[in-house]
């Protein structure tokens, strides 16, 4: 508080001199940063989503015609990469949104373009992730978010379908709730 009413004091002081000229303020800011990095720096695209499995880091992002990343957690070395840009199944145009269900070990990796989540399951041991089958969500609406809940349905954020544009829409597989902000 009292760093505060100095730098507000010191605008004041420096505002109501008698100069007719400018006077420039100056601050002297000294700040130290302590940065660790473990293992090798992990570089992609811009991640839209991402999540620790095991021994692993997941991430999603566009980079070198993949959109999912698997990095060891230890040594940050990448283990693999999967899921190629396309419209064919298991691959996707513009993902948004990862959700990992420990029970099943399965990634849910949701297209906000083709309005899909593609399901792939990650191995325990190798990382290796293997694409098992899409859910088509394309009649709910549009759909900015689509994550799995741990009972399995789905919980979406977007506009349904007839609705305007201020309804934000709460779906699963057994329950549809709107809610208006």
């Excluded at 996707?92 to 990862?98: A, D, E, K, L």
Aim: aromatic share 14%; net charge negative; charged share 20%.
């Amino acid at each position: 508080m009292w760093k505060s009413t100095l730098i507000l004091f010191l605008f004041l002081f420096i505002g109501c001199s008698s100069e007719d000229g400018y006077q420039k303020a100056s601050f002297q800011d000294n700040r130290t940063a302590v940065v660790q990095i473990i293992g090798n720096p992990i570089e992609v695209g811009i991640p839209m989503d991402m999540c620790f499995v095991g021994d692993y880091i997941c991430v999603l992002a566009y980079t070198q015609n993949y959109w999912l990343h698997i990095y060891d957690k230890e040594s940050g070395n990448l283990v693999y990469e999967s899921i190629k840009n396309g419209k064919g199944p298991g691959e996707g145009v513009n993902f948004s949104t990862m959700d990992f269900r420990k029970d099943e070990h399965n990634l849910y990796i949701y297209d906000v373009v083709l309005q899909k989540t593609v399901i792939y399951h990650l191995d325990e041991i190798s990382g290796r992730p293997q694409y098992l089958r899409e859910i088509d969500h394309s009649k709910v609406g549009v759909i900015r978010k689509c994550h799995v809940l741990p009972d399995g349905n789905f919980i979406y954020e977007g506009y349904f379908a007839g609705q305007d544009k201020d309804t934000r829409l709460t779906l699963s597989n057994s329950d549809l709730s709107l809610d208006t902000y």
